[in-house]
C-alpha cells in the first residue's frame, strides 16, 4: 500500500504542475520555485506533514518535498542553535541532496556532449 500511496501522491504533484505549464503563463522556472516556496509554507502551517505521512516518498522526492525539508531543517536547528539556526537549518538539512545533484550534474556533462537545443 505504501508503493500505491507513493506514487498517487507524486503522480497527483506532477500532474498539478503540468496542468501549470499547459494552462498558465507561468515559466518552468517559476513553478518550479513556486513548489518549493509551497513545501516551505505548507510544512510551517502544519499541513504537509499529514501528507508526508500518506504519501511517503511520493511526498519527500518532489520540489515539494524540498521545501519540506528546508522547513524541518530550519525548525530542529532553531530548537537546538536558536534564532541563528533560521540561516544554516534548512543548508545544513539538504547539503547532500544538493551535493548530489551537483555531482551528478559535472558526470552527466562529462558523459554527454552539453549544448543547446537545435
Known sequence: MDYLNAFLCGGILCAIGQILIDKTPLTPARILTGY????????????????VKWGGAGATVPLLGFGYSLAK?????????????V?????????GGIAAAVVFAVLMALIFKPGDKR
Open 36 to 51: 518549493v516556496v509551497c513545501g516551505v509554507l505548507l510544512t510551517a502551517i502544519g499541513v504537509y506533514e499529514p501528507i
Open 73 to 85: 531543517g530550519a525548525e530542529k536547528a532553531v530548537q537546538e542553535q536558536g534564532w541563528l539556526g
Open 87 to 95: 540561516m544554516t537549518g534548512g543548508l545544513s538539512a539538504t547539503a
